[in-house]
């Protein structure tokens, strides 16, 4: 015999069934990369607080260390199949504080400081472009994503760049006694060059996937990211210095051949409608 609240609604086991059901698949793969965004994101937390605590060293390392997980988790997802909506928000909010804040806070703590407000100006750039990147490519993922460059000099390459510097001329100060502001004289132009390319349109390399076609298409992409492993093991915070120069110089300069090379494209078919 059914209730009238049954006969209305249908029995419990029935209504949760049908509940189950209208709830939208669930892809369990995410998880996996899920896992190192954040990874991603509690290392940049360490780094933050390394760095109030005042081992600005820690902090620069830790911000490397975020960016090697940043790396891992995209693997994942590719290699998985795991791309989501999900995993696009939860990695631009963790790279938000790795990568934004953290360097910011890096190099204010580190000689900002000493210039007051203008100081405290110079090292939000970093965060301020970063989340306008950020935006943009949450944007550009779901409206016309692409496997083949970035469109702006990616955020974590911007952040290692910061703590980069910092780690291969903390003890070396006296090179840049000549300066009026010291480090702060070559530092603040670093910063304001490497965030305004973050909203650049310049195209910079995408790490290919490991999968037999990409691996057999991109062999010189993959050789010079074993270049750039050898480097860093080997040399530490020089070699992270020498491959993200490499690889900021690289995008500038393919940047420039297409700009020119397109350029001079364009004045030939104008040189031909008149002609």
């Known amino acids: 015999m059914k209730y009238p609240i049954q006969k209305k609604y249908g029995s419990f086991r029935e209504k949760r069934k049908r509940i189950k059901q209208e709830k939208p698949p669930v892809n369990r793969r995410i998880a996996v990369p899920s896992f190192f965004t954040l990874m991603n994101l509690f290392s940049g937390f360490l780094a933050i607080i390394s760095i109030a605590d005042g081992n600005l060293i820690w902090g ?14 995209g693997l994942m997802a590719r290699l998985a199949n795991a791309t989501s909506d999900f995993g696009i928000e939860l990695d631009s909010l963790s790279d938000m504080v790795s990568f934004g804040v953290a360097p910011g806070f890096l ?20 965060p301020l472009c970063g989340a306008v990147r950020l935006a943009r490519f949450n944007v550009n993922a779901r409206l016309s994503p692409t496997n083949e460059h970035f ?28 300066f009026e502001q ?14 305004f390319l973050m909203v650049s349109t310049i195209k910079f390399d995408k790490i290919p996937r490991f999968d037999r076609r990409s691996i057999r298409e991109n062999r010189g992409k993959l050789g010079l990211l074993l270049l750039y492993l050898i480097l860093i093991v080997t040399l530490k915070e020089y ?27 364009e004045g030939e078919e104008v040189f031909q409608d008149f002609s």
């Open 182 to 195: 010291g480090i702060n004289s070559v530092l603040i132009p670093v910063v304001i060059v490497i965030s």
């Open 151 to 178: 469109i702006g000099l990616p955020i974590p390459a911007q952040a290692i760049m910061i703590g980069a510097f910092f780690l291969t001329f903390r003890n070396e100060l006296d090179l840049f006694s000549g």
């Open 107 to 126: 190099i204010y703590t580190f000689s900002l400081n000493e210039l007051g407000v203008l100081g405290m100006i110079i090292s939000a750039i970093p």
């Open 60 to 73: 620069a390392w830790l911000i490397a260390i975020a960016g090697m997980f940043d790396v891992m988790d």
């Open 239 to 265: 070699g992270l210095m020498a491959v993200f120069t490499i690889f900021i110089f690289k995008g500038l300069i393919t940047g420039a051949i297409h700009y020119f090379g397109d350029y001079e494209e």
